[in-house]
């Protein structure tokens, strides 16, 4: 129900007054009935006004104070509180029952179809210093210090004190079937739990501020291999992507030794030189041969073009054979002690002809 329609005396700190009745123009019949019965001075009930009228004088009674509920509440902190043996005798001195006690401020048979019961100023005085005394004291010493605990403690006492007289328990209007002769009555049909429920939620706990944070900075440490301590985000050297360009000539090379020693290009040979056996003879000398090592593994350097750019060249499907040079082949048909003058029986198609296309 909107808060608009409840009368001036339901709001904080107001005083009592009589309440609101609002009936329908057909009385109920069992509102007649509960009237017939609590009332002292008999009165006619024929028409609403009169239950309006009747109704009004009843619960404005100083004695028309409802019960709604009953709290046992500590009298001391719970550092303060007996220690003993048997429990019965702990629940007597430390603890006692508060009855929670209210008036009615507003009856709507007609909208709401509801009753409102606000508390009176003695429940609203024990309550309050029930958190004061007890409730502030056990909370301050369940959480730590901090630099405005008092400050946020001060405030929950505030907030309690508005709480409890702004407090106003709304209950279905049949209610009144529990109202007595003087205008005083209990709550039936399990809504004591509730009122008590509403009670214990106005008792708001202590938050303290969440624990700051503090982040800790620490060094990164080096690693047992590294030999000094450079800062870790230093890059290693990369090495160059592009080698420098190498003389193919110098790697395998396609003339006799006399010339790589002299860094100079041989001449080109003529067909009637090569077949002339006194050339084999006089102009190529045969170095001592060494024992064949293992062939080293190495990558084929990158092409250099024209304009001074490198291109990687493709990788060998397949390694190439190791064929023999010219000069080992002089040496296995001939010999050093022998004058090859025959080169008939030199079989030339079995080498390919790149290695003869070496020689020129």
């Not at 008036?103 to 009753?115: A, G, M, P, R, T």
């Amino acid at each position: 129900m909107p808060a608009v329609l409840l009368p001036a005396s339901a709001a904080a700190f107001a005083p009592r007054c009589p309440p609101r009745v609002v009936l329908n123009t057909k009385v109920d019949p069992w509102l007649t009935a509960t009237l017939k019965r609590t009332s002292r001075v008999k009165r006619p009930l024929n028409s609403a006004p009169q239950h309006v009228r009747c109704l009004t004088d009843t619960l404005s009674a100083p004695s028309a104070i409802w019960t709604l509920c009953s709290l046992m509440l500590a009298k001391a902190p719970q550092a303060d509180l007996r220690k003993d043996a048997n429990p019965l005798v702990e629940a007597l001195f430390n603890y006692r029952l508060i009855h929670v006690e209210a008036y009615v401020v507003h009856v709507d048979l007609v909208s709401q179809n509801e009753i409102a019961y606000k508390l009176t100023p003695e429940t609203i005085e024990a309550l309050i210093e029930f958190h004061r005394d007890v409730y502030t004291v056990d909370q301050a010493a369940k959480h730590r210090d901090w630099s405005d605990k008092d400050a946020q403690l001060k405030t929950m006492r505030e907030d309690f004190v508005q709480a409890a007289n702004r407090f106003v328990y709304r209950t279905h209007a049949t209610a009144l079937e529990g109202m007595e002769e003087d205008g005083a009555g209990e709550l039936t049909c399990g809504r004591s739990e509730d009122v008590k429920d509403a009670i214990e939620g106005l008792f708001v706990p202590l938050m303290p501020p969440p624990p700051r944070v503090v982040e800790m900075v620490r060094p990164v440490p080096l690693l047992p291999s590294s030999p000094s301590p450079a800062p870790w985000w230093s890059q290693p050297t990369l090495p160059s992507s592009h080698p420098a360009p190498v003389d193919p000539f110098y790697i395998i090379p396609s003339s006799p030794q006399v010339h790589q020693a002299e860094g100079t290009t041989p001449p080109a040979m003529t067909e009637e030189e090569m077949m002339d056996p006194s050339w084999w003879t006089t102009s190529m000398s045969l170095p001592e041969l060494e024992p064949p090592s293992p062939t080293p593994s190495f990558s084929p350097p990158p092409f250099v073009g024209t304009e001074g750019q490198y291109y990687e060249l493709p990788m060998p499907m397949a390694p190439i054979p190791q064929l023999p040079f010219p000069s080992e082949l002089a040496f296995q048909q001939c010999g050093t002690g022998l004058d090859c003058t025959d080169l008939s029986a030199f079989d030339w198609e079995r080498y390919p002809e790149e290695y003869l296309t070496a020689i020129y």
